[in-house]
């Protein structure tokens, strides 16, 4: 469960602001990485958390007790898989030590093929114009 799940954040600094520091410098650092990679990219509550937004979800993170998450579709996650492997994961989460370095480069490339993918799907929904 995340930290302070029970309460309502209106925006990511609300939510951040109320973290341990360890978990406040992890997410502070994601944010950022995410930022870099989709600067066009919205700042949301999504689930309780914080979350981008770029034509459709992009991503979320969130602190636990014991970790960091960044969260994914599963296409994204499973896409990752190999570049993945020294961290624990699930479907769609993808969890980061306290203690740790934020893998920079990797976030930035899930953030970006991310919001490519979200790209296509939007790409494909669209109509031709009549003529």
Known sequence: MPVRANK???NADDYLNVLPSAARATLEKLRQTIRKAAPEAEEVISYGIPAFRLHGMLVWFAAFK???S???R???VSTFEKDLEPYE???S???F???GPVPVNLVTKIVKFAAEKNLERLRSREKPAHK
Do not use: E, G, S
């Open 97 to 99: 030590p306290l203690d």
């Open 93 to 95: 989460a993808i969890k």
């Open 89 to 91: 994961t699930t479907k």
């Open 74 to 76: 599963h296409q994204v």
């Open 66 to 68: 014991n970790h960091c």
């Open 70 to 72: 960044l969260f994914a």
């Open 8 to 10: 309502r954040y209106t």
